[in-house]
């Protein structure tokens, strides 16, 4: 279940005014498969693939609200052109338990908030599971910030990923959906996001 908010990063004085991507009710604005709406939180199915929205953004800040049961596994893909592995043809900021005992023997990139099998995020400030946690993530050109909980989790700049990981396409892009990549269990509670600048 997620709660989201997406914020404008410029400093322009005629940014966009706030506005919903999820209205609690229904997955308008939004394409996909296996996902559902149950009690104003998206949910991710046992079928759930990719969710993704409409729009594309580039420049922004999400913040969301999400509860993991025992296991659960889910991503955040920024930058998603719309078809493809999100974690490769984007980037998918990896969202899982990783208290379950499954997934002991990940590589440090692969766990919550890690930019999956690229960056390692801290392992620390995620909730027990079955609680709500609150997640920060900010996007401006190249520079990359994700915050758990109000704690600092990631800080990576893309340009510098790139040049270490040249065969990674979605590194190189500046711009896509914002997607629920696939996985199990995860859900994912509605506020507001904030319009983008581009």
């Not at 604005?29 to 759930?48: L, N, R, S």
């Not at 909730?127 to 401006?140: A, D, L």
């Not at 990923?161 to 859900?187: E, F, N, T, Y």
Request: aromatic share 8%; glycine share 12%.
């Amino acid at each position: 279940m997620m709660s989201f908010s997406l914020v404008t990063t410029g400093f322009s004085a005629d940014l966009p005014a706030p506005r919903s991507l999820f209205n609690g009710k229904n997955l308008s604005g939004w394409i996909g498969e296996g996902y559902v709406v149950e009690d104003g939180a998206i949910v991710c199915t046992p079928e759930g693939k990719n969710l993704m929205t409409e729009a594309t953004f580039a420049n922004y800040t999400l913040e969301f609200d999400f509860k993991l049961p025992a296991g659960g596994n889910n991503g955040l893909g920024i930058h998603y052109p719309g078809a493809g592995d999100g974690a490769y043809v984007g980037m998918e900021l990896q969202i899982l338990d990783n208290s379950a005992s499954q997934y002991k023997d990940l590589k440090d990139a692969q766990f919550h908030g890690s930019i999956y099998n690229l960056v390692a995020a801290n392992q620390t400030g995620l909730k027990p599971v079955g609680e709500w946690n609150h997640q920060k993530v900010t996007v401006t050109g190249p520079a990359l910030l994700v915050e758990l909980n109000d704690e600092v989790i990631l800080r990576s700049n893309l340009n510098d990923l790139s040049v270490r990981h040249p065969d990674h396409a979605g590194l190189k892009r500046r711009a896509g959906h914002i997607a629920w990549l696939g996985a199990r269990q995860c859900r994912r509670r509605s506020r507001r996001w904030i319009c983008p600048t581009s």
